[in-house]
């Protein structure tokens, strides 16, 4: 598939997967195949981050045979007034955000086995602070699924954590040739 390519910046350029305009076949394949990578770790539970992750935890949480996932949210709701909350910044947004969970949801994580998924893992900030925010309620993660890590930067910022990861591919980032262009960074 092509993939736009937008500059972040004068030096970064990233190909973007939207999940949510990617169709129901697309994902209930990418779904499909990311829980058949997940299936080995006996997921009790899919967590993923608001709002491109969402359809990747339906389809991965469907095909495992799960009904229930939980979702970290970045905006606020009436129902998150008093969530467990945990600061990120990402790649893609540029301000500071705050993830929130539903204490209603910690319940359905702790002690429980849970596999994180995302879309994209690019420089692993998102997925950190689910790591950080998830564990401090007492979920076991087990494995980290996304549909493509981006560049490299994500494993040096999660560490140990990155063992953890599986990805059904990997994509670079851009950087400027100096002629107009645009060459391939798989470091990121």
Known sequence: MDLPVVSLSD???????????MGV???????EELADILRPYDVDIVATVATMGIPVA??????LGLDQYVILHK??????A????EHVRSIT???DQVLLFDRARIKDVEGRRVAIVDDVISTGASTGTALRLLRGVGANIVAIGTLVTEGSLWCESLGEDA??????????VFRPDGLGGLVEDWVG
Not at 163 to 172: D, E, H, N
Request: without cysteine; hydrophobic residues 45%; aromatic residues 2%.
């Open 25 to 31: 076949k697309f994902m209930s394949k990418a779904g």
């Open 58 to 63: 339906v389809e991965v949480t469907r095909h």
């Open 163 to 172: 063992t953890k990861v599986r990805a059904l591919g990997s994509i670079p």
């Open 93 to 95: 947004t540029d301000a």
């Open 11 to 21: 030096q970064l350029a990233l190909a973007l997967l939207i999940t949510v305009d």
């Open 82 to 85: 008093d969530a467990v909350k």
């Open 75 to 80: 905006t606020p709701k009436i129902h998150l």
